[in-house]
């Protein structure tokens, strides 16, 4: 039963173009992840945000920017995409409450830059 | 910062035998050590986790092994089942909040009939 929900699941868009990906979870936690999953399957965190406030922020370009409304909403934006950003793009959460730290992955959004 | 290395990048079986996969790390303040499957064409799922005050779990056909003095750790599935057929990462955190998880690369498992 998926309850990290992502939009789109694909997109393919140009050099220079501007994309958002939008990401919700309905389990009721407090922290949420952006992964970038390349074509070879790594697994790269890029950030976290704890209660909307960000936690994590891995050495990522700056055209890469979260957003978080509330604790239950993870969006990315990518200003000027390039080459190198095609990927799968997983969203994930998880709760500290109850020391169980296990994480909920959304089922991906594939970007492809052309 | 933390450097999770997943030994196996390909690993083939047959049906009802025993997989192992292997990880290493290399900060020692890391504490929580969880496993994520991958089926093909699918997205992770969380499978099991170990924290450093065991060195042993086991939930069903699936054992981890934790090793603290050599920064070991290590995933064991019995009795494989072609449905284990799969991507295996296993991943590395710092206890508090598990905010930020590094993930290994990935093993391929292949379990045939």
């Known amino acids: 039963e998926t309850a990290v929900f992502q939009t789109p699941n694909y997109h393919v868009t140009q050099v220079g173009n501007e994309v958002s990906f939008n990401c919700k979870q309905t389990l009721g936690h407090d922290t949420m992840y952006w992964y970038k999953q390349d074509s070879k399957k790594l697994l790269k965190i890029m950030f976290s945000y704890n209660n909307k406030q960000l936690i994590v922020n891995e050495t990522v370009p700056r055209r890469f920017s979260p957003q978080s409304s509330d604790k239950a909403h993870l969006n990315l934006r990518i200003k000027s995409v390039e080459p190198e950003d095609s990927a799968v793009y997983l969203c994930?959460?998880?709760?500290?409450?109850?020391?169980?730290?296990?994480?909920?992955f959304g089922p991906g959004t594939r970007l492809t830059v052309l | 910062g933390e450097k999770v290395e997943q030994h196996e990048s390909t690993l083939s079986v047959r049906e009802g035998d025993s997989a192992v996969i292997n990880c290493t790390y290399t900060d020692t303040a890391s504490s929580y050590f969880p496993w994520y499957k991958q089926e093909a064409g699918k997205s992770l799922h969380f499978v099991i986790d170990?924290?450093?005050?065991?060195d042993r779990k086991q939930s069903q056909r699936l054992i981890v092994l934790l090793d603290k003095k050599a920064k070991r750790f290590s995933l064991h599935i019995t009795a494989t089942q072609p449905e284990d057929s799969a991507i295996y990462f296993c991943?590395?955190?710092?206890?508090?909040?598990?905010?930020?998880?590094?993930f290994g690369s990935g093993t391929r498992l292949l379990v045939s009939p």
């Open positions: 991943a590395a955190s710092m206890g508090t909040g598990g905010y930020k998880v590094v």
């Open positions: 994930a959460s998880s709760s500290r409450w109850g020391g169980v730290y296990e994480q909920y």
């Open positions: 170990i924290r450093s005050n065991v």
